[in-house]
């Protein structure tokens, strides 16, 4: 149920070229959320199933998600004679002046696509389009209906993370990618993670861990690890990436075709070895569960 498709978004932090290495972790389940969905690649990428709740506090994020959800049609009407070009992505940041949610998703998403990185933290948001790495505004129509047919009955909400862990519906399943807890995160979105929304992020879970199952992804610090002695299982794992499928290099310090590792705590309150026998004897990742 669900095709499996691409985030309709460009994201600082996305995590699709973990998705592989993610979805191996995810154990059964009937209801998915994700409380940090950002441009939510892994919801994208995984199976849908019967309940899906994605929510991120950026409010313009959400409005473009429920407006390609309810109102595709529109939306690729506003954008299908747009170009991809400087003059535009200028217009959009700085003239265009939204007077509805529909306004909102066309500069949110014309903004995200031709950025750098998709990064829409205004004074970060430059022009960082490319013909042969980014996706073409001819094929952004077909991304919409594809992205508008996963959105189907997905709820779709802005709120602080701790009220949707709270009141998320026994036994779910989280996907839970916060900001990392040392980096410059302040840069990408537009609401910034302090040291005291860690804390609060660990208690929240702490307190409904008995009742919801969760993989949180972090970088690998030594805080983070000590914040979560208390979790089953604590793997470190690494991936290979290359820069060429979505981020513009001019701005950037990466080189194009490079390839680079990310590495990551994967925290997880299940028996996630168990569920997926074959996850121990791949040779690919290295698993370390502490
Ligand atoms: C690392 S990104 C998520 C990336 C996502 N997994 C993807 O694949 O694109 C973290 C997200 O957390 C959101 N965020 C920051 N503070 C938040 C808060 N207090 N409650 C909910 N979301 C928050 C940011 O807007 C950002 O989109």
Known sequence: MGQEINSPF???GGKFYARKLIIEHIPDHSYYIEPFAGGASIFFAKNKVEKNWLNDIDEELINCLIIIRDYPKELINRLKNEKATKERHNYYKNIFKPENKLDRAVRWFYLNRTS???????????WGYGDKYSMRPENWPRNII?????????????LGFEKVIDEAEDKAFL????????????????????????????NVLKRNSDRLKFLLTYDNSPEIRDLYK????????????????????KNGTKRKGVRYKGRELFIINYDSIKQKPLFLFSTVNRSQSL
């Open 10 to 12: 460009r994201y600082a």
């Open 175 to 202: 996907f839970i990618d916060p900001p990392y807890f040392n980096a410059d995160q302040d840069k990408f979105y537009t609401h910034s993670f302090k040291e005291d929304d860690h804390h609060r992020l660990c």
């Open 146 to 158: 594809r992205t508008s047919a996963k959105l189907q009955d997905v709820k779709l909400t802005s």
């Open 116 to 126: 750098y990185s998709g990064i829409m933290n205004i004074q970060n948001c430059y």
């Open 230 to 249: 208390w979790v089953s299982e604590l793997h470190e794992k690494e991936w290979n990436y290359t820069l060429n499928r979505t981020d513009d290099q």
